[in-house]
Protein backbone atom coordinates (compact mmCIF):
# COMPACT_ATOMS: atom_id res chain seq x y z
CA UNK A 1 0.00 0.00 0.00
CA UNK A 2 1.15 3.35 0.19
CA UNK A 3 3.27 5.45 2.58
CA UNK A 4 2.32 8.25 4.66
CA UNK A 5 5.45 9.33 6.34
CA UNK A 6 5.27 11.32 9.34
CA UNK A 7 7.89 13.55 11.52
CA UNK A 8 9.18 13.61 14.11
CA UNK A 9 8.08 10.24 15.69
CA UNK A 10 8.18 12.20 18.83
CA UNK A 11 9.17 15.22 20.60
CA UNK A 12 9.49 17.11 24.07
CA UNK A 13 8.93 20.93 23.89
CA UNK A 14 8.67 23.12 26.62
CA UNK A 15 5.10 24.80 27.32
CA UNK A 16 5.19 28.27 25.27
CA UNK A 17 7.16 27.35 22.15
CA UNK A 18 5.46 26.21 19.06
CA UNK A 19 6.48 22.40 17.65
CA UNK A 20 5.87 21.49 13.80
CA UNK A 21 4.94 17.53 12.62
CA UNK A 22 4.94 17.63 9.49
CA UNK A 23 2.90 14.83 7.18
CA UNK A 24 4.28 13.35 3.53
CA UNK A 25 2.73 10.96 1.19
CA UNK A 26 5.68 9.14 -0.76
CA UNK A 27 4.75 7.83 -3.08
CA UNK A 28 1.31 8.99 -4.19
CA UNK A 29 -0.06 12.87 -4.43
CA UNK A 30 -2.72 13.59 -1.83
CA UNK A 31 -5.33 16.08 -2.11
CA UNK A 32 -6.68 16.16 0.97
CA UNK A 33 -5.36 15.29 4.27
CA UNK A 34 -6.53 14.90 7.48
CA UNK A 35 -5.16 15.90 11.43
CA UNK A 36 -6.03 13.37 14.31
CA UNK A 37 -5.27 13.46 17.85
CA UNK A 38 -5.65 11.10 20.24
CA UNK A 39 -5.07 11.39 24.53
CA UNK A 40 -4.33 7.89 26.33
CA UNK A 41 -6.84 5.62 26.52
CA UNK A 42 -9.29 7.88 23.75
CA UNK A 43 -10.25 7.08 20.23
CA UNK A 44 -8.63 9.01 17.10
CA UNK A 45 -10.62 12.35 17.15
CA UNK A 46 -10.40 14.67 13.71
CA UNK A 47 -9.34 17.70 14.37
CA UNK A 48 -9.12 19.53 11.03
CA UNK A 49 -9.34 18.61 6.71
CA UNK A 50 -6.57 20.04 4.87
CA UNK A 51 -7.17 20.55 0.83
CA UNK A 52 -3.98 21.16 -1.14
CA UNK A 53 -3.71 25.03 -1.97
CA UNK A 54 -6.67 25.92 0.36
CA UNK A 55 -7.21 26.74 4.31
CA UNK A 56 -8.22 23.88 6.20
CA UNK A 57 -11.80 23.22 7.82
CA UNK A 58 -11.60 22.51 11.75
CA UNK A 59 -13.63 20.49 13.49
CA UNK A 60 -16.03 21.91 16.47
CA UNK A 61 -13.83 23.02 19.34
CA UNK A 62 -10.44 23.19 17.55
CA UNK A 63 -8.45 25.99 17.62
CA UNK A 64 -7.06 27.35 13.98
CA UNK A 65 -5.07 29.95 15.87
CA UNK A 66 -3.38 27.33 18.05
CA UNK A 67 -3.37 24.46 15.76
CA UNK A 68 -1.86 25.85 12.31
CA UNK A 69 -2.56 23.59 9.03
CA UNK A 70 -0.64 24.22 6.10
CA UNK A 71 -1.05 22.20 2.78
CA UNK A 72 1.59 23.49 0.32
CA UNK A 73 1.81 20.79 -1.70
CA UNK A 74 0.56 17.56 -3.38
CA UNK A 75 2.65 15.46 -1.10
CA UNK A 76 3.15 17.87 2.07
CA UNK A 77 1.00 19.12 5.12
CA UNK A 78 2.00 20.43 8.19
CA UNK A 79 0.41 20.84 11.64
CA UNK A 80 2.15 23.37 14.01
CA UNK A 81 1.23 23.47 17.61
CA UNK A 82 1.42 27.29 18.50
CA UNK A 83 2.60 27.95 22.24
CA UNK A 84 2.02 24.38 23.26
CA UNK A 85 0.89 24.06 27.16
CA UNK A 86 1.06 20.38 28.99
CA UNK A 87 -2.73 20.09 27.91
CA UNK A 88 -1.27 19.49 24.60
CA UNK A 89 0.47 17.13 24.96
CA UNK A 90 -0.84 13.87 22.79
CA UNK A 91 -0.60 11.59 20.10
CA UNK A 92 -1.24 13.29 16.74
CA UNK A 93 -1.71 11.75 13.62
CA UNK A 94 -2.35 12.27 9.90
CA UNK A 95 -3.64 10.80 6.68
CA UNK A 96 -3.78 11.23 3.16
CA UNK A 97 -6.34 10.47 0.26
CA UNK A 98 -5.11 10.27 -3.07
CA UNK A 99 -6.47 11.38 -6.62
CA UNK A 100 -8.06 8.16 -7.35
CA UNK A 101 -11.43 9.52 -6.31
CA UNK A 102 -14.32 8.43 -4.17
CA UNK A 103 -13.14 5.21 -2.83
CA UNK A 104 -9.81 5.70 -2.48
CA UNK A 105 -8.22 4.04 0.43
CA UNK A 106 -6.87 6.91 3.20
CA UNK A 107 -3.62 5.93 4.37
CA UNK A 108 -2.29 6.91 7.70
CA UNK A 109 1.19 8.10 8.94
CA UNK A 110 2.65 6.79 12.13
CA UNK A 111 1.97 9.54 14.47
CA UNK A 112 3.61 11.69 16.50
CA UNK A 113 3.71 11.79 20.37
CA UNK A 114 4.51 15.48 21.67
CA UNK A 115 5.19 15.72 24.91
CA UNK A 116 4.92 19.19 26.52
CA UNK A 117 7.11 20.29 29.65
CA UNK B 1 -23.17 13.39 12.04
CA UNK B 2 -21.83 10.18 11.99
CA UNK B 3 -20.96 8.31 15.55
CA UNK B 4 -19.49 5.00 15.55
CA UNK B 5 -19.74 2.49 18.44
CA UNK B 6 -17.31 -0.08 20.09
CA UNK B 7 -18.22 -2.90 21.78
CA UNK B 8 -16.73 -4.39 24.46
CA UNK B 9 -14.64 -1.82 25.51
CA UNK B 10 -12.21 -4.79 26.64
CA UNK B 11 -12.23 -8.03 25.91
CA UNK B 12 -9.92 -10.45 27.74
CA UNK B 13 -9.68 -14.11 26.75
CA UNK B 14 -7.49 -17.80 26.75
CA UNK B 15 -5.48 -18.23 23.93
CA UNK B 16 -6.79 -20.16 21.26
CA UNK B 17 -10.06 -19.10 21.76
CA UNK B 18 -12.14 -17.41 18.27
CA UNK B 19 -13.56 -14.02 18.73
CA UNK B 20 -15.71 -11.06 17.70
CA UNK B 21 -15.59 -7.48 17.93
CA UNK B 22 -18.49 -5.50 16.98
CA UNK B 23 -18.59 -1.96 15.37
CA UNK B 24 -21.80 0.00 14.52
CA UNK B 25 -22.35 3.30 13.03
CA UNK B 26 -24.80 5.69 12.62
CA UNK B 27 -25.33 6.75 9.28
CA UNK B 28 -25.17 4.31 6.20
CA UNK B 29 -23.97 6.64 3.58
CA UNK B 30 -20.10 5.45 3.96
CA UNK B 31 -17.88 4.81 1.37
CA UNK B 32 -15.85 1.87 3.38
CA UNK B 33 -15.12 0.73 6.97
CA UNK B 34 -11.84 -0.45 7.89
CA UNK B 35 -10.71 -2.11 10.97
CA UNK B 36 -7.17 -1.01 13.09
CA UNK B 37 -5.00 -2.10 14.95
CA UNK B 38 -3.28 -0.55 17.31
CA UNK B 39 -0.59 -1.08 20.20
CA UNK B 40 -0.14 0.54 23.10
CA UNK B 41 2.17 3.90 22.37
CA UNK B 42 2.08 3.08 18.71
CA UNK B 43 0.30 4.07 15.13
CA UNK B 44 -2.10 2.10 13.54
CA UNK B 45 -1.69 -0.89 11.24
CA UNK B 46 -4.70 -1.17 8.96
CA UNK B 47 -6.21 -5.01 8.88
CA UNK B 48 -9.09 -4.67 6.36
CA UNK B 49 -10.49 -2.62 4.82
CA UNK B 50 -14.40 -3.03 3.30
CA UNK B 51 -15.48 -1.00 0.59
CA UNK B 52 -19.02 0.08 0.90
CA UNK B 53 -20.44 -2.37 -2.20
CA UNK B 54 -18.83 -5.37 -0.29
CA UNK B 55 -19.92 -7.74 2.25
CA UNK B 56 -16.84 -8.92 3.77
CA UNK B 57 -13.19 -9.35 3.23
CA UNK B 58 -10.45 -11.96 4.76
CA UNK B 59 -6.59 -12.29 5.76
CA UNK B 60 -5.10 -14.93 7.31
CA UNK B 61 -7.27 -15.78 10.72
CA UNK B 62 -9.08 -12.22 10.29
CA UNK B 63 -12.42 -11.38 8.89
CA UNK B 64 -14.42 -8.72 8.59
CA UNK B 65 -18.09 -8.39 7.20
CA UNK B 66 -20.61 -5.14 6.53
CA UNK B 67 -23.94 -4.86 6.81
CA UNK B 68 -24.59 -1.42 5.64
CA UNK B 69 -28.37 -1.48 6.24
CA UNK B 70 -27.78 -2.08 9.89
CA UNK B 71 -24.95 -0.02 10.35
CA UNK B 72 -22.89 -2.78 11.71
CA UNK B 73 -19.75 -4.71 11.35
CA UNK B 74 -17.99 -7.39 12.73
CA UNK B 75 -14.10 -8.41 12.99
CA UNK B 76 -13.58 -12.26 13.64
CA UNK B 77 -10.46 -13.81 15.06
CA UNK B 78 -9.75 -17.34 14.47
CA UNK B 79 -7.49 -19.07 16.88
CA UNK B 80 -6.85 -15.80 19.04
CA UNK B 81 -2.37 -15.47 19.78
CA UNK B 82 -0.84 -13.26 22.68
CA UNK B 83 0.00 -11.15 19.74
CA UNK B 84 -3.22 -10.32 19.09
CA UNK B 85 -2.86 -8.29 21.96
CA UNK B 86 -4.01 -4.64 21.30
CA UNK B 87 -6.50 -2.09 20.41
CA UNK B 88 -8.75 -2.82 17.52
CA UNK B 89 -10.12 0.54 16.05
CA UNK B 90 -13.13 0.50 13.50
CA UNK B 91 -13.27 3.52 11.43
CA UNK B 92 -15.66 4.07 8.98
CA UNK B 93 -15.08 6.80 5.89
CA UNK B 94 -18.14 8.91 5.20
CA UNK B 95 -19.36 10.37 1.54
CA UNK B 96 -18.89 14.01 1.59
CA UNK B 97 -16.12 15.35 2.87
CA UNK B 98 -13.83 11.94 3.23
CA UNK B 99 -13.74 12.15 6.44
CA UNK B 100 -12.65 9.38 8.03
CA UNK B 101 -14.49 8.86 11.97
CA UNK B 102 -13.62 6.20 14.29
CA UNK B 103 -15.06 4.17 17.14
CA UNK B 104 -13.38 4.10 20.77
CA UNK B 105 -11.31 0.73 20.52
CA UNK B 106 -11.80 -2.53 22.05
CA UNK B 107 -8.64 -3.58 24.23
CA UNK B 108 -7.96 -6.99 23.29
CA UNK B 109 -6.01 -8.95 25.73
CA UNK B 110 -4.91 -12.96 25.01
CA UNK B 111 -3.84 -14.53 27.88
CA UNK B 112 -1.06 -17.74 27.41
Known amino acids: GAVVSQHPSWVICKSGTSVKIECRSLDFQATTMFWYRQFPKQSLMLMATSNEGSKATYEQGVEKDKFLINHASLTLSTLTVTSAHPEDSSFYIC?????????????FGQGTRLTVV | KQEVTQIPAALSVPEGENLVLNCSFT??????LQWFRQDPGKGLTSLLLIQSSQREQTSGRLNASLDKSSGRSTLYIAASQPGDSATYLC???????????FGAGTRLFVKA
Open chain 1, 95 to 107: SAVGTGGANTEAF
Open chain 2, 27 to 32: DSAIYN
Open chain 2, 91 to 101: AVRNTGGFKTI
